[in-house]
């Protein structure tokens, strides 16, 4: 059964070649890319995301997702227009992240929800700092002698022993 449809296919791939359907394809006469590569198992997926332009971090297991949108926050929400839609993007995922506490799966990841509040006020505070249009602040720096005194801490059970 198998030859015949070898047969069939192989009669379909000749009789195109005869039309000419191969020919000035694109990509032809050039090498295969990665050829020279050292085998990677992970190929195919790789060039699918970077042929699709999407982000490698769909690859991540869910709570590391999580994580990262979490982290993500408060880039995502302040070019939003109003709280309420701070609110409703906050919202949503919360709502991802109570439905993933509910079931989880992939690594044991600690992801709680997000506080809407702490969002908000930190949405208010950088649109108010871009509508006065100052300049943002300098990280606050360690004063000299709180560095020193925390470079110069013992271990609680090596405390008498100087």
Not at 77 to 82: A, I, K, M
């Amino acid at each position: 059964m198998t030859h015949g449809w070898e047969a069939a296919v192989e009669a379909q791939i000749r009789s195109a070649l005869e039309r000419g359907e191969f020919d000035n394809l694109p990509g032809a006469g050039k090498p295969i890319p990665g050829r020279d590569l050292p085998y990677d198992e992970g190929w195919w997926i790789r060039s699918f995301l970077e042929r699709e332009q999407l982000p490698s971090d769909l690859l991540l297991p869910t709570p590391l997702q999580l994580r990262r949108r979490i982290e993500k926050l408060p880039d995502e929400v302040r070019d939003l227009p109003t709280e309420e839609s701070v609110r409703a993007y906050v919202a949503d995922l919360n709502t991802e992240i109570v439905a993933w506490l509910r079931t989880p799966t992939g690594p044991r990841v600690v992801v709680r929800p997000v506080n809407a509040d702490d969002v908000v006020g930190r949405w208010r505070a950088d649109r108010e700092r871009l509508s006065v249009g100052s300049v943002p602040a300098a990280p606050a720096t360690v004063p000299d002698e709180a560095r020193r005194r925390r470079r110069h801490w013992r271990l609680p059970w090596r405390r008498n022993s100087r």
